[in-house]
C-alpha cells in the first residue's frame, strides 16, 4: 500500500468551498483504499488529508482520472499552500477499503 | 467526527513487534470508523497512525477496553517518542467505517 498525509491551506474563507470539491469525485478514484479530508480545528484555513491507495501507480493514475483534473483545476487557485506533506507504507488496520 | 494523526518513533529494531500489537485489538473498538497503521519509508523506525473516531467520547473509551489496555502495557515499553500529533476535525471521504 502507499499512503499519503498532508496539509493545505485554504485562500481566506474559502476552505468549506475547498473541501467540498476535494470530497467531490472520490468515488471516480480507482485503487483508492481511504481518502479522509479533515478540518484542522486549531486553523480556519487549514485542511488534512489522508490517503491510501493499492500502491503509488493507483495513486498517479488518479491524477489522469478527468473528474479528478476538473476537480484540481477547479480547487488549485483556493490553495495557498501544502505542507507537511509524508509519504507512507500503510500495513493495516480498520477502514481500508 | 474526531480525528488523529501522529507518529511513533519504536526502540530500535522493535517497529514490527510494535506494530503487530498496534493492530491486534482494533475490531474492539467501538465507535472506530478508521484506524490506519503506516511505515515511515524514510525512518525504519517510526509508524504513522491515523485515527478517525465518532467522537472524541468514543477515543477515550476505546483506552478502557481491557484488551486495548493490555495491548497499550505491553507496547508502551517498545515506544521512544512520540511526536507530530494533531487533532483533525474529519468531514467525509472514503473509508470511514
Sequence with gaps: MYGLIGKMTAVEGQRDVLSAILLESLGKMPGCLSYIVAHDPADDNAIWITEVWTDEA????????????AAIHRGLPLV??????????????????
Design 80 to 97: 495557498v499552500t501544502f505542507s507537511d506533506a509524508q509519504v507512507t507504507t500503510p500495513i493495516g488496520g480498520v477502514g481500508l477499503g
Design 58 to 69: 493507483a495513486h498517479r493514475a488518479s491524477l489522469q482520472v478527468p473528474e479528478v483534473k
